[in-house]
């Protein structure tokens, strides 16, 4: 017996992986987040799977049905939204089943990070401009540890994604604007690759009201950076006619020969 903690992805169903689409097809227990994870991910179910929300169950719920699988010695798919390793809710789950004896695998997914940007059109990482995405959250309910406040990442000047973030623009706003100035580029995205996504750009500066105009208050990825507006980033020196590799090593010298 196993319990797969499969990522379905952003929510195109379309997106989750072969092999996370195979197990839940196979799993005779299916545990997903209803609250966040579209039903139509779960379409290759077979007909006697067992399947069970767990958006309105606590921890210790969750743990009693994953023993009463392990006892009956049926295969487990949990399935959570986007990929489990990141904001994914799945290490105390993994702790207990550690605890006691669960064996366990983690699919990764898409995460709604990247979907996010990849609606938006975008890169998140630049030649000379941002080569490096912090992936964070604003401090909430959840305390951050020390040296992870937002303004502290912000000095990087690194693209920023924002998760579990949308109800706290103000203090986004309070903490980025004396770093990264008012017009910095910001994105929110909702429900990115769903049916009603939703996308808003703006400005530090502006973003709170457009959000409050839109309705957003939930499910929504925040992108914080130049790189959602730059055009004259240098290009990648991959392609470059003069750079070597060892794909390419004997057409560059030769066309230096030629020269």
């Not at 499910?219 to 004259?232: A, F, N, Y």
Request: glycine fraction near 8%.
């Amino acid at each position: 017996m196993k319990v797969y903690i499969i990522g379905a992805g952003p929510g195109d169903p379309e997106l989750i992986t072969v092999k996370g689409a195979r197990l839940i097809a196979e799993c005779p227990v299916i545990l997903y987040t209803g609250s966040l994870v579209p039903t139509e991910v779960l379409r290759t179910a077979r007909d006697d799977a067992k399947i069970l929300d767990s958006s309105g169950m606590t921890l210790d719920e969750i743990m009693d049905v994953l023993r009463e699988a392990h006892a009956a010695g049926h295969d487990v798919a949990r399935v959570h939204t986007g990929d489990p390793s990141i904001f994914g809710s799945t290490a105390e789950q993994i702790r207990r089943m550690s605890d006691a004896g669960i064996e366990y695998e983690i699919i990764p997914g898409v995460s709604s990070f990247v979907a996010a940007a990849a609606v938006l059109g975008k890169e998140l990482t630049l030649p000379e401009l941002s080569q490096t995405v912090i992936v964070s959250r604003v401090e909430g309910r959840t305390p951050m540890p020390e040296g992870e406040k937002l303004a502290d990442l912000a000095r990087h000047g690194s693209t920023m994604v924002l998760f579990l973030s949308i109800t706290l623009l103000k203090k986004i706003e309070d903490e980025l604007i004396p770093v990264l100035g008012d017009d910095c580029p910001i994105a929110v995205v909702h429900k990115a690759t769903m049916p009603d996504q939703k996308i808003v750009r703006g400005t530090l500066a502006t973003i709170r009201e457009q959000v409050r105009a839109e309705g957003l208050n939930s499910q929504s990825m925040i992108i914080v950076g130049r790189v959602l507006t730059s055009t004259d980033f240098a290009d990648s020196r991959l392609y470059a006619t003069d750079f070597t590799h060892r794909f390419r090593r004997k057409k560059v010298i030769a066309k230096l020969e030629e020269e």
